[in-house]
């Protein structure tokens, strides 16, 4: 999971209504004038791997300004990580007889394309569920096969432009040209894994990550000027090539090196002043010294942890014990990079001691499950946890007893609610969104839509704040994510959809329930700028309504909480 390109402040203030009211924000939406998408002859197809990222927006950065500019073509990649075309279901996203959803995974373009960067923002990670933070790279060559991978592997090649310099980068990774063209969860299309491709790949970026969002947190106007860089870690990635280049550095020297990745940090630090200098952005007002040694410290332990992990006992060609020790990475990730970082050290040394063996065991066990979840395990501190045994495991790792995973959504709605209303007379709060799923019986996707309430800071006197809206109506499209493996249930539902012109990503997920008034609500949780945030539903699924048509229906729908 990538570090949030998707936050806010890169928004419009009517586009920031919709990413914090439908509870949809968090990673995904383009931020950017639709009509610029290409509708002409080249199609390039490919595929997104951090692990296989579904929804993440994909487009072609001629200008290498590392930022999707209105002119430039993009698509989004499909439930599985492609776009343009699947070979798994023999999906042509391009073919003139695909329908208006699927067209929004088919990538165009006019232009010569050698030469030319491929990039990827935001998605979904399909084996976690959980929101793809960071932007991947690829630099298009002379005579490049289909489809186009691009990974964290490919990302750290974007910028080397001689062959001197991809020859230096192939030692120090101690890979060949061909393994950028792998797939390293179906190497040589066998079905398995390449155990060295991936700890490399999830090395590399969830290190790229850590940083980048730490510096993100410290300097948010970075991606707030449009035609500049909206994310960090392709400066990270660049500084990684050139120590590597220039210094005739390995990747483990410099990633599980404090003192490499402090001069690391503080090179792309100088880089994001220089942004803020170069467009004339104040410098935050608490602007305080990032802790370099500290974030350097929890990058390396980070790494190791992942070696431990891929290349140890644990077959990457284990699915189950794959999946639960990728979600274990994935809890740590955020771990590292949210307020829960001051334990971040001492739970990585936990889970390295040969002592704890037996736990680390139970827990790749328990994360491997469909309704696993992260949200305990990143607040804990493992260290001090008195996780001793397997129940006490499941506890922390796993959904609590009764909670549903999503399915036959067909035909049925779902509301659901913020249940802080804020405190007069000038902070009250009324974020209501109600779903309509619309689709063929035991459809695992459709269309949908939706009514939006969103109030914030309103007054008691009646005044709303600014991007304020009593209702509005957007439509979309819904899919569950891996629900054909999974009996037509998912623990994440994926959502797809438009407002002025701007089409956004979002995912749902299932989350323990609570009571409000001596009513019990399900719960619902989905991430915004790296926090873990839960709405909740009193009624849950349920049989739909009649449709609204317009925006006065939305507000009759959902009227006032608060009295305004």
């Known amino acids: 999971m990538s570090m949030p390109s998707c936050t806010m402040h890169a928004k419009s203030k009517i586009a920031a209504f919709v990413s914090l009211a439908l509870m949809l924000a968090g990673c995904g939406g383009t931020g950017q004038d639709e009509s610029a998408s290409s509708s002409t002859s080249q199609v390039i197809q490919g595929v997104a791997i951090d692990g296989y990222l579904a929804r993440a927006m994909v487009f072609i950065d001629y200008d290498n300004n590392r930022t999707r500019d209105p002119w430039e073509p993009f698509a989004f990649t499909d439930d599985d990580g492609y776009f343009s075309y699947n070979p798994l279901t023999q999906t042509d996203y391009c073919s003139t007889n695909t329908t208006e959803n699927q067209r929004l995974f088919c990538l165009r373009t006019n232009r010569q394309l050698p030469g030319t960067v491929i990039r990827i923002d935001g998605g979904y990670d399909v084996m976690t569920g959980e929101p793809f933070f960071g932007q991947l790279s690829r630099r298009i060559e002379q005579r490049q096969q289909n489809p186009i991978i691009i990974s964290p592997i490919t990302s750290l090649f974007t910028d080397a432009r001689t062959d001197e310099q991809k020859n230096a980068l192939f030692t120090a990774l101690n890979i060949t040209p061909r393994d950028l063209d792998q797939d390293y969860f179906n190497s040589e299309n066998t079905q398995n894994v390449s155990s060295n491709l991936l700890s490399l790949a999830l090395r590399l970026h969830k290190v790229v990550s850590i940083i980048s969002q730490s510096i993100h947190d410290q300097y948010d106007e970075v991606g707030s000027k449009a035609g500049a860089m909206n994310d960090v870690s392709a400066t990270v990635y660049r500084h990684i090539a050139q120590q590597i280049t220039r210094d005739n550095q390995s990747l483990d020297d410099i990633i599980v090196d404090p003192t490499r990745l402090e001069n690391l940090i503080a090179q792309t630090e100088l880089d994001v002043l220089n942004y803020y200098d170069r467009w004339e952005i104040p410098l935050p007002s608490d602007n305080a010294a990032i802790d370099t040694a500290a974030l350097a410290e929890n990058a390396a332990g980070l790494s190791q942890l992942i070696h431990h992990l891929l290349s140890g006992e644990i077959s990457s060609n284990d699915s189950s014990a794959l999946r639960g020790s990728i979600k274990l990475i994935e809890a740590m990730t955020l771990k590292a990079s949210g307020a829960q970082r001051s334990s971040f050290m001492s739970s990585i040394s936990h889970l390295l001691d040969t002592a704890n063996h037996d736990l680390l065991n139970e827990l790749i066990t328990a994360l491997a499950e469909e309704d696993s979840d992260l949200s305990a395990l990143i607040r804990m501190d493992l260290a001090n ?92 499209h819904w899919s569950l994510l891996g629900a054909a493996a999974n009996n037509g249930a998912s623990y994440s539902l994926l959502l797809t959809f438009e407002f002025l012109g701007t089409k956004y990503q979002a995912i749902l997920k299932p989350a323990a329930a609570a009571t409000f008034n001596s009513k019990e609500f399900s719960g619902v949780r989905f991430d915004y700028a790296n926090e873990l945030r839960t709405w909740y539903s009193e009624f849950g699924v349920e049989a739909m309504q009649n449709l609204p048509q317009n925006a006065a229906d939305c507000a009759a729908r959902l009227p006032s909480r608060i009295g305004i």
């Open 385 to 476: 946890s008195g996780l001793g045994s397997q129940e006490a495991v499941r506890d922390a790792t796993r959904l609590p007893v009764g909670t549903s995973a999503f399915h036959d959504l067909a035909g049925n709605q779902m509301r659901v609610s913020d249940m802080d209303l804020g405190s007069g007379p000038n902070h009250l709060r009324d974020s209501e969104v109600e779903l309509y799923f619309r689709g063929n019986n035991e459809a695992t996707e459709g269309g949908f839509d939706a009514c939006v309430k969103y109030i914030k800071d309103a007054s008691i006197s009646g005044k709303l704040g600014d991007a304020n809206t009593r209702g509005e109506l957007v439509k979309g």
